[in-house]
Structures are given as C-alpha cells and as structure tokens.
C-alpha cells in the first residue's frame, strides 16, 4: 500500500550544515527497507526523503541542508525556510552541546509559535559531553532532548522513541478500526459471544469502539450471538461486506458464514488499529519456529483483566507447548512494566491492548523489532493456531501478503 | 400486571403477639392502593398477603400471627416456623426495646444462618424510649434497626427506605431492560445518533447495556445512525419486532418507522429498568399543570456528564418555560445530593440515572410519592415535549393505560 504523501508523517530536519542531519537520517533510516525515492532540488532548496520509519510507518523527511547560519538570512532563503515550517508536523532540531545558539533559538521559536513539537538532538555524543558547554536547559519548556552519536549509534534509539512519541496523535491514531471495510450506506454483521467471561451487563470495549466506528463512517452493524447467526443472515436480503467475530467463537462462525463473505475477528482489527498488522502476522508465524526450552513473553497491557489473564496464562502456553511437542518458558509481563532486554525472548505474544493509546504499542512493538524479536497478539495467536489464518487475513491484503510470501 | 406468588418478594414479619405486627403491616400499607386479598389461615397458621408495597412493587407478606412466644414451640409449630424462614428473602422481626430476649434472638439466629437479610424493627417509640432498656448492640453485626410508632406514623418511611436498602439484589434489579418486547430469534433496531455530545470512540452506557440485554436473551439486533435508518428497513426481509432511538432523534426516527411498527426510546427503556415507568408517566403528565412560579426539581445522577447537563440546565428549563408560558423556577441537584423536603417542588425531573443501581432510583421515587411530588424523568420529558408520547408507550400497556385514562 503506497502511502500518499499528504498522509506521510512530515518531519522537519533542522539545524547548522557541519550539525550532522544528513548523518542522524542514516542512522535512523539505516535499518530499514524501503527508501523509496530521492526528490533532488537545487541546493539551497529542502529535500524532501519519503520514508518508511517504522513503528511509524510512512514519514516525509525534510533536510533543510541549503538553510543554515552562513551569511544572513536573504529574502529568499526566509521564505523556503517559512514554507517548510508551515509543512512540518515535526521539528527536530540537530546541534552539538556547544554550539547551541542564536540560529537554533530561532529556529525553536518558529516550531514553537506555530505549535509544533519539537524534539532537540545533540549530535556527536562520543565528542563533546553533552551538557558541558551548554548554557540553556529545556527542561522547564517541556521539549525532549536526546543525545546521538549517529556515527556509533547511541541514542538512535532513544531518537525513534521520542519521534513516536511526540507524533501529533492524529497521526499515531490514523488507521481506523473497521468502516474502511464496510463502507457507507453498508452493513457488517458483529458476533459477540456472551459466555460466563463476559462482563455483566456490558460489552467489551474494542467490541463497542467497532460500532462506533462503524456509525461514524456512516455504515451500520447487525449484533448477534454465533448461536444466532444463521437467522440473523437469513433477515438480510443482501449479504454484509464483513462478519467480524471474537476470536473464540472463530471456527462456528466461519462454519456459518458463507465463503464468498469476507470474515475476521476483533483482535484482527485491532492487531491493524493499535499496533502493525502485517508485523504481527509475522509474529504469529514465528511460532513454527519455536523449540522446546525456548523463552517466550506473555504481555498484559491491563494489570487486572481476567479474560486476557485467562487466555495469556493458561490458554496460549497451553497450546503453544503442545504444538511445539516440548516444554517452552512462559514470561508473563503485565501494565506498564515491560522488559528493556528482549533479546532472550524468541517470541513476545502481546494482549490487544484495547486500552491503551496506539503509541504504546507501536513502542513495544519497535523494540521487539530492534530486538530481532517477532511480536504478536493473542487473538493472531488464536487464529493461527485454529487454521484459520488465511481466511481471517483476507480483508487485508497487505497482511495476507506476508502471510502467502512467508509460508 | 398481575404479578405471580413466586414474582413477588416475600417479607417474612416476626415477633411477639404484643409486639404490633398488624399495626406496622398497616402503616406501611395504609398508603397503598392495591391491596389484592388476603389468604386466611388456621389461627397458628403464618397468614400471606400479597401487596404492592411502593416503591418496590408487588410484595408477598407472610404474618406469623401465630408464631409467639406463649409456651413452648411444640414440633407442629417449629415446622410451621421453619417452613416460614424457607421462604423468606427479607425478615422484619418487630420488638420493643425492653422486650428483646431469647425469642428475637433465636428468629435472628434462624434468618442470619439462612443468609437472608434482617431489618429489626422496635415500635411504640413513642411509649418505650429505644435504647432505654436495651442490652444489645445490632451495629457490629450490621443489621439494620429502625425504630417506628405505628400509632403515630414515626418511622415508617424509615422502614420503607431499609425494605429498600436491604431486599435482596435479584428482586430489586427484576425488569429487563428491552428483551422481553422483542424475544428470542427476534431482532430490535437500535437509533444511535452520533453528534458531538457523543463520547469520543464509544457509545453510552444506556445503548450498551441494550444491546447486551438483547444478546442475552438469544435477541439481535441493527445498530444505526437515524440517517442510515431507511437503508437499515431496506435491507431486512422480515420487520424488526421494536425499534428504539435516542429520544433527540425521536421525530425522525417515527417518521421513518412504519406505524405498525413498536417504537421507543432508551430513555423509556431506562425509566422501566431503574425505576417505575407508570408513575414515571405520570410525572410527565404533571407538566401540564406547572403553572409561572412553580419550583421544578431538576436532578442529575452524574456530578459530571456535559450531555445530560445540557439536557438538564438548558433544554429542558427553556422548553418548559416556553411550554408554561411563564418563568419558573429551576433547582439543581447533583450525584448523590438530594433534597429532604420535596413538598416545595411541583415536579421533579430526573436524568435516567443510567449509572446507578435501581435501589437508589426507587429510593428517590419514594420520597417524592411520599411528598406527594411527580417524578419523570429527562426522556419522557422530551417525549411528552415532541407530541410522541403515546407512539412511544405503544410497547408498555400498564404505561399506556396511565396516559390513556390520565389525559
């Protein structure tokens, strides 16, 4: 899916022409796939890079390489420089420690009065100490500072982190949960078990934050237990554009749903809302490669969540050790608290999260993968592990992509 | 309605012969208006008398008149007592404060072993001062004690609000919300506008609790904005059995349902669940007596909730006022704040109360009765205000028939 450029995440580079932008882009950008094309411009102009910085997904860099402190600030020069602030969603400004200075005050305030968020980035750590020659503190100005040397790596991280999690929210939260599937004027059918796990009297919450998805875009939903799904396609004289089901009804409804129906879950949506779907149907595959005594993460976002609790501590490690054949180590995590060495884990298997913002996620979900470690979530898990993956991911070619080129 | 034996809540009442069972029993009825019949028994035979005991509804009695403390308890009459306790889902054991002794405690000890809650009740308050001559704490077993003059009328509202405190959950939480108009198989269509009021991603608490009711009750049902609702007509091949919409989008919502069609709104769903939709219908009703000068209670279960609190401090004061034709005067009560003395209001308005149990609704309706002060609540204000009131009682004959013979 190509990403147009208005929907790109549009990150301003700024800063001094010996501050080292052009080195903190590659570092940034080094690990990942697909740069997809160079817009050349004159020298003096802004160039911009459309990137792929995950957890992000589609940003547009812009280098300000032709603006810099040398000589005043002509006409022309004021102006490019003005049209890149009035584009940019994100500041960073790229200095060292002691050369902080008019040049980057002026640039701050510029970011500052149009409300932009700004991220200060003190290059060449393993030169100059940060915070020796500096005179100025941000701290009471709430901007996040990080130190970086691209040329070793420290701090790339650190870096990635603070770009995700100063993204306006709008963009973190783009992708929406299910209309997109639907359509106006169109109708899917929800199936909602109602078991002894469900909460009294209530629905869950990704099962409502659906409706409403769906109402806001102007579609419309049929709820239904799976014991009455048959009458409930028998009412409709022209066939729902999506059957979404809680995972643990997965096999009876796809029994009862015809196949030319496009079918997935609840977890499968919000695997795509909160997080990355493609990544994670990696993830879920990664579990054929689990071997007896491997490691593996269970996290909980919700301290206290009984039926997640339910099935990340005695479904999931049930199933997996038995597909596996042998004894695997179950590490279970829950809230907030989450390991920074996931090196040791061969597989983190993540709850839908449906609590948490899209930022959280998508941060666990960076350093699982700068941890060369596949994460997933319990209901790809379920799927997957019910056979029917394929069926589930066929609303999402993207997704269904990786699974049909990975297997 | 008549209610079935097994429906109603059974009041075990205990005591001595002297003690004044009759003389409560009275007082606490002696408002009402249904009393049905009364079952005679044998002289040592409990006596049963089904009444409607406000606010809860109808109540089976049971007076062991023939149970006292003259002799032993003789195997006959210990059956006949243990046959009592059985049935019992609320006990009244009626004393004097210097007369409690080993038969009250040995009726405690039967009621608590069984789990069934005890209010004890020492009347003639006005001859023995309570406290005076009793040896005995309650409060540590945390039973409730009230005292009462059933000559004089002391404390029989007291009573009345700890029948109400402390009769079971499953009695007092007894009327479905929607299940019962639509029935199994059967589908509902549910009107969710979706405006700025609406809670950002979710829908309220009312819509939710709908709709699981519904799935339940082996009910479905089609959730849709009022735009969408033709559409959602078209698509069904078989009529739903109900249609129920948000009370703002009330006019809409008729013109687009066939006639034949029952129609209601949450709001009236909510009335019959937290509270007494009879009664409520007729404190709509009362608004046309409101005349300029009148002092209107208007009372919100949230001390914060922007949607109702438009509702409540500018729709409906402006619409009344216009309706009146003269300026009124408007009192605001929030959360749990309510006032004692009601008989200065000449109507109370109510929000739904969606966050409350229906203990605390019931409760408040009481006090308003007893003031001899019409209650409604937000949404049959709004009905009564957009000329529907009768279309939206169509499902609930008891209600109708209030608005049928009131108006």
Redesign the interface.
């Known amino acids: 899916m190509k990403a147009s450029k208005s929907f790109r995440l549009h990150i301003g580079i700024f800063g001094r022409r010996n501050a080292g932008k052009s080195s903190i882009l590659n570092a940034l950008t080094s690990q990942e796939v697909s740069i997809v094309s160079e817009i050349a411009g004159t020298t003096t102009d802004p160039v911009e890079k459309p990137m792929e910085l995950l957890p992000l997904g589609p940003v547009l860099f812009i280098d300000t390489a032709g603006i810099d402190d040398r000589g005043d600030l002509g006409e022309k020069r004021i102006q490019k420089t003005m049209q890149v602030f009035d584009r940019t969603e994100l500041g960073l400004i790229i200095s060292k420690t002691d050369e902080w200075g008019d040049f980057e005050e002026t640039i701050l305030k510029e970011l500052k009065d149009r409300a932009i968020p700004v991220i200060v980035v003190f290059n060449k750590s393993d030169l100059v100490q940060a915070g020796n020659c500096l005179q100025r503190s941000f701290s009471g100005e709430n901007i996040p500072v990080v130190e970086t040397s691209a040329t070793n790596g420290t701090g790339i991280l650190d870096l990635r982190q603070a770009i995700l999690n100063h993204a306006p929210d709008d963009f973190i939260n783009r992708p929406g949960i299910v209309a997109d599937l639907v359509g106006p ?1 169109e ?1 899917a059918i929800l199936v ?1 078990p ?1 078991d002894k796990e469900a909460p009294k ?3 869950i919450l990704p099962q ?2 659906t ?6 875009n ?8 799976e ?2 799904l048959r ?2 396609f ?5 066939p729902p554009k999506l059957v979404v089901t809680d995972s643990q009804a997965f096999l009876k409804v796809a029994a009862d749903t015809p196949p030319e129906i496009p079918l997935t879950s609840f977890s499968i949506l919000f695997a795509r809302y909160q997080g990355d779907l493609p990544e994670m149907v990696k993830g879920a595959m990664a579990i054929d490669k689990l071997k007896t005594g491997d490691k593996i993460l269970i996290a909980e976002a919700c301290s206290h969540h009984p039926i997640g609790e339910d099935i990340g501590t005695v479904k999931i490690p049930r199933w997996l050790t038995q597909y596996v054949g042998g004894k695997l180590e179950f590490v279970h995590h829950r809230g907030h608290d989450f390991p920074e060495n996931l090196s040791e884990f061969k597989l983190v298997i993540h709850c839908g999260a449906c609590m948490w913002n899209r930022r959280e996620m998508l941060s666990r979900m960076m350093k699982a993968r700068m941890a060369g470690v596949p994460l997933t979530n319990y209901g790809l898990t379920i799927a997957y592990s019910l056979g029917i993956f394929e069926r589930a991911l066929q609303p999402f070619p993207a997704a269904l992509g990786v699974y049909q080129t990975t297997k």
């Open positions: 004027g109708a909602v109602i009297g209530r629905l409502v934050q409706i409403r998805d769906l109402l806001d102007d579609s419309f939903c049929m709820v239904v237990k014991r009455e009458e409930a028998n009412r409709l004289n022209k």
